[in-house]
């Protein structure tokens, strides 16, 4: 059974650091390209980061670039999302989204739970 | 980067109604087109991918449709389970956007 399990959401000051975390399980990791996805207090969602299977192919939304880095462990199974200069509008529950392995297509075919980030003072 | 536009923002209607959510993108994405749900305090749920393909589970009274610019998602008969939020995403360029959503909600 595939399984995304995120982690390491918190409050943080305006202008802090966060490091957020996903484990991946039931499927081959490698395979797959990863997503972070954002959705901020009674809004939408806001895809924000992507990395392929690799490590080789990385993209932002333009909010974000700049700020936040994502890498990945194939060793851990895990991808991050290393958030820097965190500002109000950053506040949000952090999705993890996974793309189906080996096939033409990019939807998001399973999501962690999300984890809470809160940027106040 | 492509936006996406999707209405109506909210829809209210009731069990057994046939329902309708239209998705515009800025610029010509082929069929590279998700429908998702989302439950207050749960995470996304793909329904529909590359426009119009079912996705495992998901029941047949979900339907997607369109090309290039214009999508829509069909529920042919809305029922109690169906009241959500509902996002279209693209995926044809870097940035994988998605709609503001669609809020279905009891008449």
């Known amino acids: 059974e595939v399984q995304l399990v995120e982690s390491g959401g918190g409050l943080v000051q305006p202008g802090g650091s966060l490091r957020l975390s996903c484990a991946a399980s039931g499927f081959t990791f490698s395979d797959s390209g990863m997503n972070w996805v954002r959705q901020a207090p009674g809004k939408g969602l806001e895809w924000i980061s992507y990395i392929s299977g690799s490590s080789s192919t990385k993209y932002f939304a333009d909010s974000v670039k700049g700020r936040f880095t994502i890498t990945r462990d194939s060793a851990k199974n895990s991808v991050y999302l290393e958030m820097n200069s965190l500002r109000a509008e950053d506040t949000a529950v952090y999705y993890c989204?996974?793309?189906?392995?080996?096939?033409?297509?990019?939807?998001?075919?399973?999501w962690g739970q999300g984890t809470l980030v809160t940027v106040s003072s | 980067d492509i936006q996406m536009t999707q209405s109506p923002p909210t829809l209210s209607a009731s069990e057994g109604d046939r329902v309708t959510i239209t998705c515009r993108a800025s610029?010509?994405?082929?069929?590279?087109l998700a429908w998702y749900q989302q439950k207050p305090g749960k995470a996304p749920k793909v329904l529909i991918y590359?426009?119009?393909y079912l996705k495992s589970g998901v029941p047949s009274r979900f339907s997607g449709s369109g090309s290039g610019t214009e999508f829509t998602l069909t529920i042919s008969s809305l029922q109690p389970d169906d009241f959500a939020t509902y996002y279209c995403q693209q995926y044809n360029s870097y940035s994988r956007t998605f709609g503001r959503g669609t809020k279905v909600q009891i008449k």
């Open positions: 610029q010509n994405i082929g069929r590279w």
């Open positions: 590359d426009a119009s």
């Open positions: 989204a996974r793309e189906p392995a080996w096939a033409a297509t990019a939807y998001f075919d399973y």
